[in-house]
């Protein structure tokens, strides 16, 4: 009988027992129920986020292709626009252009007018310089230009610079004592230059080319730039080139020296400057940019006279002209390092 207590006893304690644990499991099993259910909620608001965005996202998109396709058109409108004041501001410079031209040519036929009956009240000595090197053909015409001169005060010094044509007797023919020739070992136009200025004897200097023809009245703008202009030491004119478009063309630019540093501004015959100056000097390395040399040495340190006067007439059909030759480069770069203008 004890026994069957005991058993019974036992039995009633492990049922507990079982109840206890299976309490415990149930509420194991309702938090991890609550659990899932938090995460289940969280995860739906997650999935709901991202809808949001996904939705956000595609309106970006819609809202980006907008406005790269307004973008777009705003870029070809101002490529048009662009276009169309790129065009306006070429007409504009050619307007420009124009009408400076207008200004210098009516400048140059009221001064021309003005000087030709003029009584200069100074009369300097002008030394002209004209180098040649076998020109026998064109050189007696660029000096009947000099004895055409209305003004008579000039010396001319022709620099033969080795001739193998007939030029010796061209110049050996020469009667005008006012006239001076020399003969040098041939070296190049900046040579023969700076031989006749080492013999001039002229207040001034001008010079001419022997292709070129000199303006009648050329010398006498000269007495009356340096006359009446006692603090210029350098003046520069108009000249007029034979055959632009078919046409003649008349050249006056106006000074600074920003310009002369990226370009020539006058010929060599429309230069002029006062005797003895040291930097009137050819850079005898220089095959064709010795004239513009020249003109930014001369204005260093002070401007030029620009003078409303036809100084020549520039030809540009002789042959074996220097002008834009194979050495042009490589001289334009070095007077613009020499002169502080970067090539």
Same mark, same amino acid.
């Given at each position: 009988m004890k026994r069957l207590r005991r058993t019974v006893a036992a039995a009633v304690d492990r049922r507990h027992e079982d109840s206890d644990l299976i309490a415990e499991l149930r509420s194991v099993v309702a938090a991890q129920a609550a659990e899932l259910e938090r995460l289940r909620a969280k995860l739906e608001h997650h999935n709901a986020w991202l809808e949001d965005h996904d939705r956000a996202l595609r309106d970006g998109d819609a809202r980006t292709t907008t406005v790269e396709a307004k973008q777009e058109a705003i870029g070809s409108r101002q490529e048009a626009l662009d276009g169309w004041l790129g065009g306006h501001d070429t007409a504009f410079e050619g307007l420009h252009l124009r009408a400076g031209r207008l200004e210098a040519a009516r400048a140059v036929q009221t001064f021309t007018?003005? /000087? +030709?009956? /003029? +009584? !200069?009240a100074a009369t300097p000595k002008i030394s002209v310089v004209l180098p040649t090197h076998d020109r026998a053909g064109l050189l007696p015409r660029a000096i009947e230009s000099v004895l055409a001169q209305r003004y008579e005060n000039w010396e001319l010094i022709v620099v033969d610079d080795a001739s193998s044509d007939a030029t010796p007797k061209v110049l050996a023919a020469l009667e005008d004592p006012r006239i001076r020739t020399i003969r040098v070992a041939h070296n190049r136009v900046s040579a023969a230059r700076n031989a006749a200025l080492a013999v001039a004897t002229g207040d001034a200097v001008a010079y001419l080319d022997d292709d070129n023809t000199m303006h009648p009245l050329w010398l006498k703008a000269l007495a009356w730039a340096f006359g009446e202009h006692p603090e210029i030491t350098v003046a520069y004119g108009a000249y007029v080139i034979d055959d632009v478009e078919g046409l003649p063309e008349l050249l006056l630019k106006p000074y600074s020296r920003e310009a002369l540093l990226k370009e020539n501004l006058a010929d060599t015959g429309a230069v002029a400057h006062r005797a003895g100056l040291t930097e009137a000097r050819f850079d005898e390395s220089l095959v064709e940019m010795d004239d513009w =040399? !020249?003109? !930014?040495? /001369?204005?260093? =340190?002070r401007d030029p !006279?620009?003078?409303?006067?036809i100084s020549c007439f520039y030809s540009t059909a002789a042959p074996d002209r220097l002008s834009h030759g194979p050495s042009h480069d490589a001289d334009s770069a070095a007077v613009r390092r020499r002169h502080g203008e970067s090539p």
């Amino acid at each position: 009988m004890k026994r069957l207590r005991r058993t019974v006893a036992a039995a009633v304690d492990r049922r507990h027992e079982d109840s206890d644990l299976i309490a415990e499991l149930r509420s194991v099993v309702a938090a991890q129920a609550a659990e899932l259910e938090r995460l289940r909620a969280k995860l739906e608001h997650h999935n709901a986020w991202l809808e949001d965005h996904d939705r956000a996202l595609r309106d970006g998109d819609a809202r980006t292709t907008t406005v790269e396709a307004k973008q777009e058109a705003i870029g070809s409108r101002q490529e048009a626009l662009d276009g169309w004041l790129g065009g306006h501001d070429t007409a504009f410079e050619g307007l420009h252009l124009r009408a400076g031209r207008l200004e210098a040519a009516r400048a140059v036929q009221t001064f021309t007018q003005w /000087l +030709e009956p /003029l +009584e !200069l009240a100074a009369t300097p000595k002008i030394s002209v310089v004209l180098p040649t090197h076998d020109r026998a053909g064109l050189l007696p015409r660029a000096i009947e230009s000099v004895l055409a001169q209305r003004y008579e005060n000039w010396e001319l010094i022709v620099v033969d610079d080795a001739s193998s044509d007939a030029t010796p007797k061209v110049l050996a023919a020469l009667e005008d004592p006012r006239i001076r020739t020399i003969r040098v070992a041939h070296n190049r136009v900046s040579a023969a230059r700076n031989a006749a200025l080492a013999v001039a004897t002229g207040d001034a200097v001008a010079y001419l080319d022997d292709d070129n023809t000199m303006h009648p009245l050329w010398l006498k703008a000269l007495a009356w730039a340096f006359g009446e202009h006692p603090e210029i030491t350098v003046a520069y004119g108009a000249y007029v080139i034979d055959d632009v478009e078919g046409l003649p063309e008349l050249l006056l630019k106006p000074y600074s020296r920003e310009a002369l540093l990226k370009e020539n501004l006058a010929d060599t015959g429309a230069v002029a400057h006062r005797a003895g100056l040291t930097e009137a000097r050819f850079d005898e390395s220089l095959v064709e940019m010795d004239d513009w =040399d !020249l003109l !930014l040495s /001369l204005t260093a =340190d002070r401007d030029p !006279l620009v003078v409303p006067a036809i100084s020549c007439f520039y030809s540009t059909a002789a042959p074996d002209r220097l002008s834009h030759g194979p050495s042009h480069d490589a001289d334009s770069a070095a007077v613009r390092r020499r002169h502080g203008e970067s090539p």
